[in-house]
């Protein structure tokens, strides 16, 4: 035994073992991720020292939002009237069931918008909300009604207003939005938010306008993104979150380190004891 610990002594003061151990610090230091990089919309917060409580820091004017309907929108248009049943021509439900959109356990029913950005109804024809936004569409569709029908009321919703997340996020997948103003952070929370590999400051954002696709690269971690034109999300947008040049070392070295360390520290020893 007690020559047994006089070679493992020996060996954990070599210079190989001296090496590994300083290799395995120098790994293990840079792999680290520092409390900075994890933080969202920064702006001085690390200094916890220079907040004030129960006050008003700081005030951002956010860009006006307001969404456009577009082709391959799928709106539900609701005519609600005083007009009996057999003449009220607009309350039939002339969109089609979209088993893909499921809310509170049900089924929605919706018209989808053309490519040349209509809707068709009974008597009436063809009629164009594509470019409206959804209160626009609702006005307009009210003056239509009134035409027809006693007392109508109009309400109308968009259903498929959705994103997509990908990378460095705890759920990814398609989300769906009940709200067409919705921000990037509120999106993101949706989405289960970023993981603490995600790199916040190169998040990816791709967007379809028209028969275009936009490529922007957007920092979470500035606080001014609050006044960016991209703080809103669109329909049909994709974030991809990259992952840290620590994440291999996180998900994969360090897990695996201890028993790398211990396999070689047993060889080194097996060996010195065998000479």
Not at 81 to 105: H, R
Request: aromatic letters at 10%; charged letters at 20%; hydrophobic letters at 40%.
């Amino acid at each position: 035994m007690q020559l047994f610990f006089r070679y493992s002594k020996k060996t954990l003061g070599s210079p190989v073992f001296r090496f590994l151990w300083t290799l395995v610090l120098i790994i293990t230091i840079s792999s680290c991720v520092t409390n900075r990089k994890y933080q969202l919309v920064q702006k001085n917060d690390v200094n916890k020292s220079n907040l004030r409580t129960d006050s008003v820091m700081r005030e951002y004017k956010t860009v006006q939002f307001e969404y456009r309907l577009q082709t391959n929108d799928i709106v539900s248009i609701r005519f609600e009237s005083l007009t009996p049943k057999e003449y009220d021509f607009l309350s039939i439900q002339t969109g089609a069931t979209n088993p893909n959109l499921v809310a509170g356990g049900g089924l929605l029913f919706g018209d989808l918008i053309d490519d040349r950005g209509e809707i068709p109804f009974p008597v009436v024809g063809r009629t164009k909300v594509g470019g409206l936004t959804v209160f626009e569409a609702q006005n307009f569709l009210q003056g239509l009604a009134n035409q027809y029908l006693e007392s109508p009321t109009v309400k109308v919703r968009l259903l498929n207003y959705r994103a997509t997340f990908l990378g460095e996020v705890h759920r990814e997948g398609v989300i769906l939005m009940q709200n067409n103003r919705v921000s990037m952070l509120e999106a993101l929370g949706l989405a289960g938010g970023l993981t603490d590999l995600a790199d916040k400051t190169n998040i990816k954002l791709i967007r379809q306008k028209g028969d275009k696709t936009e490529i922007i690269y957007i920092n979470l971690q500035d606080e001014n993104f609050i006044t960016s034109p991209y703080y809103y999300v669109y329909q049909n947008d994709v974030i991809v979150a990259p992952p840290l040049k620590q994440r291999p070392y996180q998900r994969y070295f360090s897990a695996n380190i201890s028993v790398l360390l211990s396999a070689i520290t047993l060889l080194i020893i097996v060996l010195t004891y065998t000479k």
